[in-house]
Every structure is written in structure tokens, then in C-alpha cells.
């Protein structure tokens, strides 16, 4: 038997979010360089969230693009016979740009290492950063974020489980325990 905790609600995710829109806006003098690209799915979302709160504090808008990471992934012969395969687009040249990656989770490390080879693909950026919605640990590459909303501490078996808006009906991050 698994059990549901709401660990973020609309409110915490919106302020979490803009947090780090500041943070991003802060830490760098040059925002017309920078652009976001968000990981399939929720991040994608995020990215555009994000992207918004930077064109609010700063009065500049960023690119935003979103990628699939599906084909790139380590594990992808085993998440199903036929992935899941959704469309990429970076309507941008990332050569030369600040890219920031963005996700909802960060556990392993696995997505991120996919994302950077895809990101590669599109061209030589001067910098890639990684935003994340929720940080839970258990890392098996040395991959951390730049720009983090929460910290959930997690056992391995355990679940979070971001849901947004724009895809999902509703903002909230749930932690699902056996």
C-alpha cells in the first residue's frame, strides 16, 4: 500500500518559481544571450513559466524551446517496446547561447545526461545550466542543478510526482511512499 503527501501546493510552486526566475535574472549580466529549453513534459512547462518571470523582472523575453530526450535516454530499450517519441522544438541557434535545461525532477541524473547530448546536437552553447523543479537525490552521474525550487529528501522506491497546470489541471508536487 503506497501513500499520497502533498509536499508543494499552487502557491509554493508559484513562489518557488519565482525564486528562481530571480535567481536566473541575478546571477547573470547578460540576459539577451540566454534562452530556456524545457525537458518533455512538465519541464517544458517550467521553461515557459520561467521564461515569463524573466520578461517580468527584466523586461527582456527569452527564447524558449522544448526537446524529447526519449531516443538519447541510456535505458530507452527498456521503457517500452515503441517509446513515446514527442516533437523538438528549438526555434533558436544555441551556439553561443546560455542555455538553460529545464525539468521538473531531478533523481538520477540520467534525463539531464540525455538532454545535454541532444542540446549538443543543435550546435556548440557557451554555457548550459540546469533548472529543476524538485531536487530528491540519489544521484548515479555527478549532476546537480544551478537553480533548484525544493530539495525532497526521498527514499530510492519512493515517487514525486510534479503536476501542472498547463498539462495536469492542477499545480502540486505529491510524494508517494510504499
Known amino acids: 500500500m503506497s ?5 508543494c501546493d499552487t502557491e509554493e510552486i508559484e513562489i518557488m518559481i519565482d525564486r528562481m526566475g530571480r535567481e ?3 546571477s547573470r549580466r547578460d540576459i539577451e544571450n ?17 521564461g515569463e518571470k ?12 522544448d526537446m524529447d530526450i526519449n531516443l538519447y535516454r541510456d535505458d530507452w530499450t527498456g521503457i517500452g517496446h515503441q517509446p513515446e517519441v514527442r516533437s523538438t522544438r ?29 542540446i549538443i546536437d543543435f550546435g556548440r552553447p557557451l554555457r548550459i545550466e540546469l533548472a529543476v523543479l524538485i531536487d ?37 508536487v505529491d510524494l508517494l511512499t510504499k
Open 90 to 118: 528549438i526555434d533558436f541557434n544555441v551556439s553561443r547561447k546560455q542555455i538553460i535545461l529545464t525539468d521538473d525532477v531531478l533523481y538520477t541524473g540520467r534525463t539531464i545526461r540525455a538532454a545535454l547530448d541532444a
Open 34 to 50: 540566454l534562452a530556456l529549453v524545457g525537458i518533455h513534459t512538465r519541464g517544458v512547462y517550467l521553461a515557459r513559466r520561467l
Open 24 to 26: 536566473i535574472t541575478e
Open 136 to 172: 530528491r537525490n540519489h544521484r548515479e552521474l555527478p549532476i546537480q542543478a544551478d537553480y533548484t525550487g525544493k530539495f525532497v529528501e526521498t527514499r530510492r522506491e519512493d515517487v514525486v510526482n510534479v503536476l501542472l497546470a498547463e498539462y495536469d489541471g492542477i499545480d502540486r
Open 3 to 7: 501513500t499520497r503527501k502533498t509536499i
Open 54 to 65: 524573466i520578461k517580468k523582472i527584466s523586461s527582456i523575453q527569452v527564447p524558449t524551446g
